[in-house]
């Protein structure tokens, strides 16, 4: 196996750092006090072929693989992993209208969405059902021009700010078959929004709950197949959960990377403190690890891109190990930064509020361990 980035894949990777540390980074700080960003940068991330990473090049997208696409949210969260992680997500409802649309509902929307003139957002998450999302309760009836929405969704980014919404919503019986996925644009009558939610991290990323109330669709805004809306859903996490992980790895680069740069400026004891051993095998610990997450992460994103049969269990590993990297890296610089680490000065301490979240989102850690755990139990009796 060759483990060395091509010169393609180099290019895409330094492309989306320098543009993170020329556009995103110097104005993170700025955005998270807002709590919001700027619609404004969309289109500038669309212009480098951002805004449809995977959506297919005969439908005017970029056509990444999997693994080039874990590069460019590697590179962005080095800057920002808040900003990084809703491109992510617009990103995942791209590439569903690309793979499940009608020519018409492509036609529709996937031009507005890779041109990143519509943000989207992903609505399958709901107050009561979090880890069991097949026992969602938003209510889909047909009527004489469509479908009528009734429920609401939680943890929505992008709620109340994004220009469109794919919203799993239940057109039939029970159970994942019962589950339809649909598009509703903003400025729907019925279409509402909650309180901005106050967060630990990913604070300059909006998020609301989405409510609706009688919200209706027309008939063709259904996304593919009737019941097949969680089918769907699930077969973007796989690509989810590693640009989540690819979020988390390049956010703790930075910080691993500042504290290098701090502890061979700070003196204590009279010599730097880069010169302690102990501290040294700490640096040694946070490199093999994080050498260690970026294999792993790359082997799970060929995988996936290979249509591995064993694709989704190395995605869930790979994001179990890589997030929790992620963490643990983040909070060991900051302890190694000492008091300092814990102002908002040095970047430090947003890096760790931030990528906290990455260990529930897309599923969390305990539901990738019971993904692998079934996995092996598979494999056994097969």
């Known amino acids: 196996m060759d483990f060395a980035l091509t010169d393609e894949q180099s290019t895409i990777f330094e492309m989306a750092y320098a543009f993170g540390q020329e ?18 940068l969309w289109p500038e991330l669309a212009e480098l072929g951002f805004g449809g990473l995977y959506v297919r090049e005969e439908n005017d997208g970029t056509g990444l693989s999997r693994l080039d696409a874990t590069l460019v949210f590697e590179a962005l969260s080095a800057a920002c992993p808040s900003v990084a992680a809703m491109l992510s997500i617009h990103n995942m409802c791209a590439a569903m209208i690309d793979k499940f649309g009608s020519d018409a509902l492509r036609e529709k929307y996937l031009p507005s969405a890779i041109s990143m003139e ?23 009836v047909e009527t004489a021009d469509g479908f009528s929405l009734t429920g609401t969704k939680a943890f929505i980014s992008g709620g109340g700010y994004a220009d469109a919404y794919i919203v799993m919503a239940r057109s039939d019986g029970d159970g994942p078959k019962g589950i339809s996925a649909m598009i509703v644009e903003d400025g729907t009558e019925g279409l509402s929004f909650g309180a901005l939610e106050e967060k630990m991290g990913w604070r300059s990323q909006p998020t609301r709950q989405v409510q609706l109330d009688n919200c ?20 973007g996490l796989d690509g989810g959960r590693l640009n989540i992980s690819a979020c988390s790895l390049g956010a703790a680069q930075t910080a691993l990377t500042s504290t290098l740069q701090y502890m061979g400026e700070r003196k204590a004891f009279g010599k730097p403190i880069d010169q302690f051993q102990a501290l040294q095998f700490r640096l040694a610990d946070m490199e093999i690890e994080m050498q260690a997450a970026r294999i792993f992460l790359r082997q799970a994103a060929w995988k996936l891109d290979q249509g591995a049969p064993d694709a989704t269990k190395f995605c869930a590993m790979a994001k179990r190990f890589v997030t929790e990297v992620g963490s643990k890296t983040a909070n060991q610089c900051l302890q190694l930064h000492g008091g300092y680490g814990y102002l908002s000065d040095y970047g430090i301490e947003k890096i760790v509020r931030d990528l906290r979240v990455h260990e529930i989102l897309e599923g969390t850690n305990e539901i990738m361990r019971m993904i692998v755990a079934r996995a092996l139990l598979t494999e056994r009796n097969s």
């Open 23 to 40: 556009r995103i980074a110097p104005f993170a700080r700025e955005w998270e006090a807002a709590g919001d960003i700027p619609k404004s």
């Open 118 to 140: 519509r943000v989207f957002a992903y609505c399958l998450t709901e107050p009561a059902s979090g880890s069991d999302a097949a026992a969602l309760k938003t209510r889909a």
């Open 216 to 235: 209706n669709i027309p008939a063709e805004n259904l996304l593919g197949e009737r019941g097949k809306g969680f089918t769907y859903a699930m077969a």
